[in-house]
């Protein structure tokens, strides 16, 4: 296992604030149990992120009424992604453990609008704020439409 693995929760991660509202974020969906945002260090065009409003390191904490609210989101969240960016291919991944090169240890599901072959790299470049908030508003607009 590596030596950044992490299995205790810790309440000042990067998500933890976000949902504490300690920390800006381009917003597309909430309700009871989930957050969705966009990813600040996307992978491909239109990638998010969606997080279970529950304390959870990786899947092995994830409670199953939270698993089954993250994977509704996901669904709602990706028909967006296939509206608003209009393409079929939508990756769902999610990492368990630094080992697995999980960095954000609050459970978290990623949705990019990408293919397998041209998957660019993760958390590397940082996307322009203003173009993260136009297509946040655009999923939201095609989630509550
Ligand atoms: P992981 O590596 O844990 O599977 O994914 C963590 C993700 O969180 C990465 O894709 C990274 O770009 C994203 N991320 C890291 N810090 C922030 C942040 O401050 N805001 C947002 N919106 N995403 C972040």
């Known amino acids: 296992m590596s030596q950044n693995n992490q299995t205790q929760y810790d309440d000042n991660n990067i998500f933890a604030k976000m949902l504490k509202g300690d920390i800006p974020y381009h917003k597309v969906y909430e ?34 009424e939270y698993a089954a609210a993250v994977l509704m989101t996901s669904k709602k969240v990706m028909a967006a992604q296939r509206q608003v960016f209009e393409r079929e291919g939508v990756i769902q991944m999610q990492l ?7 960095t954000v240890f609050h459970y978290h599901v990623h949705l990019v609008p990408s293919s397998i072959h041209e998957l660019g790299r993760h958390a590397v470049t940082q996307a322009d704020n203003a173009e993260l908030a136009v297509q946040a508003e655009q999923l939201a607009a095609a989630i509550y439409a």
Do not use: R, S, W
């Not at 239109?46 to 994830?62: R, S, T």
């Open 31 to 64: 309700d009871d149990k989930t957050l969705a945002f966009m990813d600040i260090m996307p992978q491909a065009k239109g990638h998010v992120l969606v997080i279970p409003k529950q304390k959870a390191v990786d899947l092995a904490d994830l409670e199953p």
């Open 96 to 102: 368990n453990g630094a080992q697995a090169g999980q």
